[in-house]
């Protein structure tokens, strides 16, 4: 089914499996879908930042959208299909749709300053993609350099009748989304969803000011799906005690440049994925970081067993 604002719940952010020697591991793909079907997420999201797409030749793309797409079944697939050119763009959104994609995620180039260019570059993208391709607004200023108020994005809103959802991931943040909402409750900006991203760093209240829950990474994909199933049912204070226990290690994985490789680190300890192994250029991490990271989950399976790992 095609991606409408309707969308909610958690739509993890998948990392893409590699073997030591740089391969696909396309078995670890198959794992790591199965697992975010079996843990609650509703959908999934792959070739974004943390999938390592700029390191994919646009084969390996379209190859590794194809596998999760294939996979996930009837769990919804976003694919990211940001590039420099339109050409490359639509090929990709073209491809991934045609494996049965949910709908495409687009990022804005760092060239982008006034809100003029930035609207007209989401129209552009829009028309690339083919009006009847859902798409994706990725609204993170802190990685792409651009800075989307909520005016720009009820704009793009109002411009593009296939945008759906914007993935939130700016930092500070909460007045955004409530803002955006205002402009939905005063008829201004039609109702889209919004998932936000930022490996969940602001999850707890980011549910509360009208977010309808996450796109993001982190390890514990699981813990994300439960924080915004028990904000979403009125059950504020156990949502908050789950996001506490896990917030020092969901912090430490939020490091600049070396944050991948933790997060991978994390999920082979899960065995989700069989190796921690990223393309080069890789971040990698230190012994110090490695023993760091063990105290950490030892400490968090004191609250939640997910982490004795």
Not at 3 to 27: C, K, M, N, Q, W
Not at 229 to 241: I, K, M, N
């Amino acid at each position: 089914m095609p991606l409408d604002a309707s969308a909610r719940g958690v739509y993890p952010i998948a990392p893409t499996p590699f073997h030591p020697d740089g391969r696909i591991d396309v078995e670890s793909i198959d794992r790591l879908t199965d697992f975010y079907a079996g843990c609650g997420a509703t959908g999934l999201t792959v070739l974004g930042v943390m999938g390592e797409a700029p390191k994919l030749d646009h084969a390996e793309g379209i190859a590794v959208a194809t596998r999760f797409i294939r996979r996930a079944g009837r769990l919804p697939v976003i694919v990211g299909v940001s590039a420099p050119g339109f050409a490359a763009m639509a090929g990709l959104a073209r491809a991934s749709m045609e494996a049965g994609a949910a709908g495409v995620m687009i990022a804005p180039p760092n060239t982008l300053r006034t809100d003029d260019q930035i609207a007209t570059y989401y129209r552009q993208a829009a028309e690339a993609v083919g009006s009847d391709v859902p798409f994706v607004i990725q609204d993170y200023p802190l990685n792409f350099s651009v800075v989307m108020n909520p005016g720009v994005i009820r704009r793009i809103v109002q411009e593009n009748a296939n945008c759906v959802m914007l993935k939130h991931e700016d930092w500070p943040g909460l007045e955004k989304i409530s803002a955006l909402r205002a402009f939905e409750a005063d008829g201004a900006m039609r109702h889209i969803s919004i998932l936000c991203g930022n490996g969940g760093l602001f999850l707890d209240f980011e549910c509360e000011r009208g977010a309808d829950g996450a796109m993001t990474g982190y390890a514990f994909p699981d813990m994300l799906v439960d924080v915004v199933r028990l904000s979403q049912a009125g059950e504020r204070d156990a949502a908050h005690d789950l996001f506490d226990a896990h917030l020092p290690l969901l912090r430490y994985e939020q490091q600049p440049g070396v944050g991948l490789a933790i997060r991978k680190y994390v999920m082979a300890r899960r065995g989700l994925i069989a190796s921690d192994a990223q393309r080069k250029p890789v971040g990698g991490m230190s012994a110090t970081a490695r023993a760091e990271v063990a105290y950490l989950l030892a400490r968090l399976a004191r609250h939640d067993p997910r982490a004795a790992v």
